[in-house]
């Protein structure tokens, strides 16, 4: 269903990561997970996008996060300022989570984090006591968008675990380095055969997630996934 909708703030979440949100309209549901299309612009330079809702459906306003990438689009979004106005639709999607599992395990690269961002917030706020365990990827310690919000929730729910990995760590990084691998699911989701699993992002990062899983025995109906096309 076509919406319009107003920018209300926007957050530099890193360097090349950006949160818009807007008001959420009236009559707006989503579950946890879903994505919407943005349109922007108008004539023959109007442009359509789908994109994931970062915020939960528990909170007061529509968020998305946008990998920017200097490409038209990117910038036409990244240039929002509030009180802009955009047209979406939605939601879309099945890769959502609405409590239906005691156990999750969440594996997760750069700007794939969205979803997952949503799902452990709509955990935390509705108190569904799901045990989550998030397994994050990135480059950089500088690249990790949601970062002190995510350790915050980690901090203070018992039942969130985030690990975060980077590839190419600085003098200064002392937590968990490289890519997401076996040895890491083993270690730090021990339980890894009793957890359905989340994973979302770029294709060739679902593609690794999901041969990942499978190396490991975890069950199809065990497994799924959302895959950002648009990035290489
Ligand atoms: C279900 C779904 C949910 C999504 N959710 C999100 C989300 O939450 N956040 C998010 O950031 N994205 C999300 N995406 C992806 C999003 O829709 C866009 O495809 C993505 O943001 C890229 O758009 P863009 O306009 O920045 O880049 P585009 O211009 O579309 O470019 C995309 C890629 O193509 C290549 N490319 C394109 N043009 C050139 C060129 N001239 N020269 C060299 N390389 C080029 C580049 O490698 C570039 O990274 C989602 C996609 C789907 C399908």
Known sequence: MPFETCVVETIQRTPDIKSIRFEKPQGFRYLAGQYIFITLGGGP?????????????????????????????????????????VSIRGPYGEFTFQGEYDKVGMLSGGIGITPLRSMIKYSIDKELGTSIILLYSNSRESDIAFMDELEGMQREKPDIK??????????EWKGVTGRINAEMVKKYMPDYIERTFYTCGPPKMVEAMVSLMRELGVPEEQIKQENFYGYD
């Open 162 to 171: 985030v690990i975060e990995t980077v590839t190419r760590p600085g003098q």
């Open 45 to 85: 330079e109007k442009m359509t996008k789908h994109f994931t809702l970062s915020s939960s459906p528990t909170e007061g306003f529509l968020e998305i996060t946008k990998r920017l990438t200097g490409h038209p689009f990117s910038d036409a979004l990244a240039g929002l300022n509030s009180g802009d106005k």
